[in-house]
């Protein structure tokens, strides 16, 4: 075989990899930053039903 066919599948082969490299590491940060979206809003919407709750309470107990 050429050396030169061997360095161009070579660096053919690299390219690919790369690639999916780049698709696996994109699809790791958008899993964690979706993850961690979700537990962040579901604590901050559980603290704004209870200050609401709180307001309410004050607003039906005025005279």
Known sequence: ???????QDNKNNQKGQTL????????IVVGMSLS???????QISKIWVKLIYVIAEREVNLP
């Open 36 to 42: 961690i979206m979700k537990i962040t809003n579901t």
């Open 20 to 27: 999916i490299e780049f698709v696996f590491l994109i699809a």
């Open 1 to 7: 075989m050429n050396p030169t066919i061997k360095n």
